[in-house]
């Protein structure tokens, strides 16, 4: 039974074009924002930052907590406002 090869041009032919494809699909995606305007163009309030305000923090708890306390380091960090 004779198998039917394409021709090296004719794969070419198919690499470029799927190649142009892809190219062309990459361009669309990038350049689409620039024509059709941005996503997002209202904002909402979200969780507990309601209209800008911010929730309630007591400033004078430790912003932070000690993970490991039996872990000692030669040049220790250190959380300075």
Known sequence: MKKNYL????KIKNW????MVLFLGVLVLAFSPMFL?????GTEPIGGFLNGNFPDVDLSDEPYEEAYGSVRFDW??????
């Open 7 to 10: 021709p090296l041009s004719k």
């Open 16 to 19: 470029t074009a799927t190649i």
């Open 37 to 41: 305007g941005p996503g997002l163009t």
């Open 76 to 81: 220790p960090l250190t959380f300075t406002p």
